[in-house]
């Protein structure tokens, strides 16, 4: 039987205090050996203290073609911005 | 959306040098030459690995032993961020080790030559990591994005081999009469397929403007071999050693050295499987690929009754 060892991703958790970021993939058996094969892949100088691993076809993306109609909206709406505000010089730390 | 209008989007991505992601269109011939570029880069980190494990179990002492293990075990770790690049190109792993191990797949020509005393661990980690770091550095910036990430995590790494690989030879020779012959010798053997390492010349190479208006190479086969001719005859002049090439010197008008005819001919014949090691690199891949199966099986089995155990 031969069947491939499935792909996961892999997110770390550079140092406490900030959030788990992707790095890349491995391909294990489990999530168990994922997780071990992670440490040997992309923490051999200290870059994590946590590791998650998901199977890569658990993740939904969404689609490149449709970032017009999902993040244009949110350009002319400068007045989510403080800067859009504004106020006398006077008033100092706001 | 129509091809020609995709593909104006793309061209206007890379002359803003905005990244390509896996899931944006892409044209089939950039897509292509990625996974081609990308693979034979894998590769050549993995093979990479058999001319120096070579040497692990003889290393003069723990100090470069435990230096060795953590330069094999990081080539294994690069060969892993590009394969894990490549698949995101929509490829398998097991396709791409199939045409490894067939003989199908390139990989770099220099690890088709032999390992045949400790000093080459030494001219290695200071020519041919050299060599690829002057290789890999541009590539940081590649129009794809997961390529360029795996390239920056692989740079970051490479420092460290160059530097141990120099400090081999410094030993050397600042050592005994023996030992300083031996580190001249293995200068003698691997100037040349380092410099072979950037490929055929400018005007000899098929897909370099291509790639250069892709933005997967930044600079010219000529043009990295001139950086590193220049960057390393100092080095050779610190450990006092001499680069084996009558024609080498310094240019004042040009700003760089000239430096002798390479021989082509070995390059080509090399690359075509006929060096030194090509046979015996790929049967050693095939060994470890075909005896590692049942380790594969026995963990796909594994995993499968946990989660039946778990399920029920
Ligand atoms: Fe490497
Ligand atoms: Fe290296």
Not at chain 1, 78 to 83: A, C, N, S
Request: hydrophobic letters at 35%; glycine letters at 6%.
């Amino acid at each position: 039987m031969n069947k491939n060892w499935p792909l996961w991703e892999v997110f770390i958790r550079s140092k406490a205090g900030l959030n788990h970021k992707h790095v890349g993939s491995l391909h294990a058996a489990d999530a168990e050996m994922a997780i071990q094969n992670a440490r040997d892949v992309y923490t051999r100088r200290n870059e994590g203290v946590s590791i998650w691993v998901v199977e890569s076809k658990h993740i939904t993306a969404s689609d490149p073609e449709d970032a017009d109609q999902m993040y244009e909206p949110a350009k002319d709406k400068v007045y989510r911005h403080p800067t859009f505000y504004n106020l006398p010089d006077e008033l100092k730390h706001m | 959306m129509d091809t020609a209008l995709l593909e104006q989007r793309f061209n206007e991505k890379i002359d803003r040098d905005v990244r390509i992601e896996p899931k944006d269109w892409m044209p089939d011939h950039y897509r292509k030459t990625l996974i081609r570029q990308i693979s034979q880069h894998a590769h050549s980190e993995i093979v990479g690995m058999l001319p120096e494990a070579n040497w692990i179990t003889r290393a003069p002492s723990l100090r470069r032993k435990a230096a060795a293990l953590a330069k094999v075990q990081d080539e294994a770790g690069h060969g892993l961020y590009l394969y894990s690049a490549c698949e995101t190109l929509g490829v398998e792993r097991d396709d791409l080790l199939s045409d490894l191990h067939s003989g199908k797949a390139k990989y770099s020509s220099i690890f088709n030559y032999p390992t045949l005393s400790w000093a080459d661990m030494g001219a290695i980690g200071w020519l041919v990591d050299g060599a690829a770091i002057m290789n890999q550095v541009p590539l940081c910036r590649a129009s794809y994005g997961p390529y360029a990430r795996a390239m920056v995590r692989v740079c970051k790494e490479e420092s460290f081999h160059q530097r141990q690989g120099y400090e081999i030879m410094l030993t050397l020779s600042k050592g005994s009469e023996v030992q300083k012959k031996m580190a001249q010798d293995a200068l003698n053997r691997w100037w040349w397929p380092s410099l072979m390492m950037f490929g055929p010349t400018d005007a000899e190479s098929k897909h370099t403007e291509q790639s250069m208006r892709w933005g997967i190479k930044r600079f010219t086969n000529d043009e990295l071999r001139q950086k590193f001719v220049d960057a390393t005859v100092p080095q050779a002049d610190l450990l006092g050693l001499t680069i084996p090439d009558k024609d080498l010197k310094w240019n004042e008008e040009r700003g760089h050295y000239d430096f002798g005819a390479i021989n082509w001919d070995e390059f080509f014949n090399v690359i075509s499987g006929n060096g030194p090691c090509n046979k015996q690199r790929l049967d050693a891949r095939n060994k470890a690929w075909e005896e590692g199966a049942w380790v594969r099986e026995a963990a796909n089995a594994y995993a499968e009754k946990k989660a039946k155990r778990k399920a029920a």
